[in-house]
C-alpha cells in the first residue's frame, strides 16, 4: 500500500470505454456536466434502492478505476461519486476517491471520503491510510502517525504503512526540534540577561 497506489479494483473487469444501449462502444467517458466543473458536487443522491444498484455501482467504479490509473483524476471522482449514489456508504469506492482527490492536492475532500470509509467499515486499512496521506500533506503529523498506526494494525505486514509511519514520527521530531531552536531564540531579554551579573569598576566610576 503506498501514497501512489492505484484504486481497489474489487469488482468487474474495468473498461475505458461505455456502451451504449444498442451494444455499440462509445468512447465517450461516462460523466456528468462539464469536465472543468471542480470540485464536483458530492452531494449524494441515493440510487441504493433501484434495481441493480450494487451492480451499477461496480461498474462505474471499474470505470473510475481506469481514469484514476490513467491520471484522469477529475473524470474518476465524478465517476465514483456516481457509483457513490448507488452505494452511498461503500467503503471502496469512498476510499478510492479520497485517493483521486489526493492526486489532485485536495486534502479537504480527501480526509472527507476517508473519514467516510472509516465509519462505513472501521477494519478497511486504506481508510485509514488515505486520511493519514491527507493530513501528512497538510503537515498534521500527529493527526497522520494515528492513522499510519491504525494501518499497521490492521496491516502488520504492509511494509509501506511502517516506512510511512517512521517518515511521520521522524517529521514530528524535527518539528519538535524546530519549535524548541525557535523559542530559544525567542526567549524575551529579560528571561535570559541578569543585570547582576555586570561588573562595575567602582574605582574608576564617576557617577552619582
Known amino acids: 500500500m503506498s501514497s501512489s497506489s492505484t484504486a481497489d479494483s474489487e469488482g468487474s473487469a474495468p473498461s475505458a470505454a461505455a456502451t451504449s ?6 468512447d465517450a467517458p461516462m460523466t456528468s456536466g462539464n469536465d472543468n466543473d471542480y470540485p464536483p458536487m458530492l452531494e449524494v443522491i441515493d440510487h441504493s434502492g433501484d434495481p441493480g444498484a450494487e451492480q451499477k ?78 493530513n501528512f500533506a497538510l503537515n498534521k503529523f500527529k493527526s497522520a502517525r494515528k492513522d499510519f498506526r491504525a494501518v499497521c494494525k490492521l496491516k502488520p505486514k504492509d511494509r509501506d504503512a511502517r516506512s510511512k509511519l517512521k517518515e511521520v514520527e521522524k517529521a514530528i521530531r524535527e518539528e519538535a526540534f524546530a519549535a524548541a531552536i ?27
Open 57 to 134: 455501482s461496480t461498474e462505474l467504479k471499474a470505470e473510475a478505476n481506469v481514469f484514476l490509473s490513467s491520471g484522469k483524476y477529475l473524470q474518476a471522482i465524478r465517476l465514483y461519486s456516481e457509483a457513490l449514489e448507488y452505494t452511498p456508504t461503500n467503503a471502496i469506492v469512498l476510499s478510492n476517491r479520497a485517493q483521486a482527490f489526493l492526486k489532485v492536492e485536495n486534502y479537504g475532500l480527501a480526509i472527507v471520503d476517508a473519514d467516510a470509509a472509516i465509519l462505513s467499515d472501521a477494519t478497511y486499512a486504506k481508510g485509514f491510510y488515505r486520511r493519514a496521506s491527507a
Open 21 to 26: 444501449g444498442d451494444g455499440s462502444t462509445n
Open 182 to 208: 525557535m523559542s530559544e531564540y525567542s526567549e524575551p531579554l529579560s528571561a535570559t540577561y541578569d543585570p547582576s551579573t555586570i561588573a562595575i569598576d567602582a574605582a574608576g566610576y564617576e557617577g552619582p
